[in-house]
């Protein structure tokens, strides 16, 4: 019986595999860019790693179940998630490329420019209107540029969903 069961359970820890192999440093960078930790020295972005490892252990776990579904996608959704929930542990200044933005500026940036999510995806994971979400992606923007001040750091309960 346990023979039986292993051959397609080793075939889905491969494929699991080979998609980590191809698509863990994109993700990796993009949680890094999320939790607003430097990338510089190896190791040194350990709230970025669990946050992966969790949204990755997360897609493992429904990897049967997605069906043409492209995994990449699934792990980044999971991720903006799992940010999105604990973001009150991203929160504070850790020197990072993003330090400036507020979790959901970092959000929206991140799932907008570097993941290149339209703004209709982006507005519908994260429960937030198109035109909201096209505001706090300027924002953030002028503000890395420097033409705009850091918006005042809020608590989490501004990250979804909520009015400026």
């Known amino acids: ?9 080793r075939g889905r820890a491969q494929d699991f595999e080979s ?10 960078h993009t949680a890094t860019l999320l939790t607003a930790e430097p990338a510089d020295a190896p190791g040194a972005n350990p709230h970025a ?6 949204s990755l252990a997360r897609t493992f776990a429904g ?12 792990t980044r959704q999971e991720l903006a998630a799992r940010f999105a929930r604990e973001a009150w542990r991203h929160h504070r200044p850790r020197g990072g490329l993003l330090d400036l933005l507020t979790p959901q500026e970092r959000l929206v940036l991140v799932l907008r420019l570097y ?6 995806q982006t507005a519908a994971l994260l429960g937030l209107p198109e035109d909201r979400v096209r505001a706090v992606c300027n924002r953030s923007v002028a503000t890395l540029r420097g033409t705009r001040a850091p918006t005042a ?7 979804l969903g909520a009015a400026p």
């Open 49 to 54: 790693r669990r946050l992966l490892t969790a």
């Open 19 to 28: 998609f980590v192999a191809g698509a863990a440093g994109r993700l990796l």
């Open 1 to 9: 019986m346990r023979e039986r069961h292993a051959g397609p359970l």
């Open 115 to 120: 993941e290149g999510v339209p703004e209709e």
């Open 63 to 74: 990897w049967e179940r997605l069906r043409g579904e492209d995994p990449y996608n699934r």
């Open 153 to 159: 750091r809020r608590g989490p309960a501004r990250l």
